[in-house]
C-alpha cells in the first residue's frame, strides 16, 4: 500500500483551528491522520500541518483537508513516502513522554503503572506535553508538590488543552481552578479533554472552570483571585507585559510558574519579575527553554 502526505504552512492559529476542526468532523475518513506542530524552536507562532494517507490524495482528499480552515487555507504540497508503515509515520514524535509523577500519552497507548496518565489526541500536539516547556512545567509542578506547596486556588493562563489545570488538580485535590486562553476555540478542546480524564467543568473545587480572556482581562479570572499558584506557559513578549497583572493576581508569599521563554530571553523574563516583586525560586532548563518557579515576596514593615 503506497503511503502519502500533504502538508501545508500556517500561523499557529490558523493550523490549531483546523486540528480542532477536524476531531469535531462527524464524517472524517478514520484513514487520514493530521498532525500539526512548531516549524521550529525559536519560531513558536510558524506552524506546519501534516495530513497522512495510505493512498494518493485525490481533489475531494485535498478539499476535505481545505474544509477545515475557516480562513484561507495554505498551499498544499503532496509527497509519497517510503514504503513503511504510513501510521507509524503519522505517530512519529508523540509516543508517551513522562515529566515528574505525570505521564501523557494519545489515545492509542495504554496507560503506565505508578504514573499519573493523561491522555490527549495526536491532533492537539500543542500543549501536549511534547513540547518542552509543557513537560518542563509538568516536571516543576511535580516538584513543588514535593517541596510542600500547598495550594487553594489555582489559575492557568493561555490553558491551550488544559493539561496543566488538570495536573495542578491531580496534585491538589479540592483546590479551586481556572483556565482561560485567548482562543475562545479552546473551551471545546478542555472541555472534550477534561471528560476524556475524568474532570468535572464547574466553579466548585475540584472542577475545573473556563474562560476566554486576553491575559487577567476577565471579570470572572480577576473574581476569582487571588491565586496562591498561578501557572503561564505562553511566550517571553506577553509574560513581560502581563508581570504587574500577576503581581496583583499572586497572593504575598504565592507561586508563580512561566515558562514559553527561550533561556536566550530568561534575563529579560526575570528582570520584569523582579521589578513586580517576585524572587526566583527554582528554574529548569529543557532543551532551549527555561521554566521558571517565582514566589511573590511577602510585604514587609
Known amino acids: 500500500m503506497s503511503s502519502w502526505k500533504l502538508t501545508g504552512f500556517g500561523s499557529r492559529e490558523l493550523i490549531r483551528e483546523a486540528l480542532v476542526a477536524q476531531e469535531s468532523a ?14 521550529a524552536d ?7 500541518l501534516d495530513a497522512y494517507f495510505p493512498r494518493e490524495p485525490t481533489a475531494a482528499d485535498r478539499a476535505a483537508i481545505k474544509a477545515l480552515f475557516a480562513g484561507k487555507p495554505p498551499r498544499l504540497r503532496a509527497e509519497k513516502l517510503p514504503d513503511e508503515d ?3 509515520l503519522s505517530q512519529q514524535g508523540i509516543e508517551p513522554i513522562r515529566a515528574g509523577r505525570f505521564e501523557v500519552r494519545t489515545p492509542e497507548y495504554a496507560a503506565s503503572t505508578g504514573c499519573v496518565s493523561f491522555v490527549i489526541p495526536a491532533s492537539q500536539a500543542f500543549g501536549t506535553g511534547q513540547h518542552e516547556t509543557t513537560a518542563g512545567c509538568l516536571a516543576m509542578l511535580d516538584a513543588m508538590k514535593r517541596s510542600g506547596v500547598v495550594v487553594r486556588n489555582v489559575a ?6 488544559g493539561l496543566l489545570a488538570f495536573a495542578a488538580l491531580r ?9 482561560s486562553d485567548i482562543d475562545a476555540v479552546c473551551v471545546e478542546v478542555v472541555e472534550f479533554n477534561g471528560a476524556e480524564n475524568g474532570f ?3 466553579a466548585r473545587a475540584s472542577e475545573l472552570t473556563m474562560v476566554v ?8 479570572l480577576q473574581a476569582r483571585g487571588p491565586y496562591d499558584l498561578l501557572i503561564a506557559n505562553i511566550l517571553a513578549g506577553p509574560l513581560v507585559e502581563l508581570a504587574p497583572d500577576f503581581a496583583q493576581a499572586v497572593t504575598p508569599g504565592g507561586n508563580l510558574l512561566l515558562a514559553g521563554l527561550l533561556q536566550t530571553q530568561e534575563a529579560r523574563v526575570r528582570r520584569a519579575y523582579r521589578k513586580a516583586g517576585f524572587r526566583l525560586a527554582a528554574r529548569m532548563v529543557n532543551g532551549d527553554w527555561s521554566i521558571l518557579w517565582l514566589r511573590r515576596r511577602r510585604a514587609t514593615r
Open 200 to 202: 468535572t467543568m464547574g
Open 156 to 161: 492557568d493562563i493561555g490553558t491551550g488543552t
Open 26 to 39: 462527524l464524517d472524517w475518513d478514520p484513514e487520514v491522520v493530521l498532525t500539526g506542530f512548531e516549524i
Open 42 to 48: 525559536d519560531k513558536p507562532e510558524d506552524w506546519r
Open 86 to 88: 504510513w501510521v507509524t
Open 171 to 179: 496534585l491538589w485535590r479540592g483546590a479551586l481552578a481556572t483556565a
Open 213 to 220: 480572556a486576553d491575559g487577567m482581562a476577565d471579570p470572572l
